[in-house]
C-alpha cells in the first residue's frame, strides 16, 4: 500500500469486520519510479512485511 492510500486501505479492514489488520506501506508513487527507487522502496516493504507474516496470532 502507498501512503497515499492507507486511510482506504484501513477503511476497507473496517468494512469487511479485520479493524486494524496490519499491513505495510510505501512512499507514493510507484509509477514512473526507475528500477533504482524500486528497488528501495520493495526493501522497506520487505522490512515491514516479514515481522507481520512472523506474529503470532493467539
Do not use: C, W
Not at 3 to 9: H, I, L, N, P, T
Not at 13 to 20: A, F, I, M, V, Y
Not at 25 to 40: G, Q, S, T, Y
Amino acid at each position: 500500500m502507498t501512503d497515499r492510500f492507507v486511510r482506504s486501505a484501513e477503511l476497507v479492514g473496517e468494512l469487511n469486520g479485520l479493524p486494524g489488520y496490519p499491513f505495510a506501506v510505501i512512499e507514493h508513487p510507484v509509477a514512473n519510479n526507475d528500477d533504482a527507487a524500486l528497488k528501495a522502496k520493495a526493501a522497506i516493504a520487505v522490512k515491514a512485511i516479514v515481522p507481520l507474516l512472523m506474529q503470532r496470532q493467539s
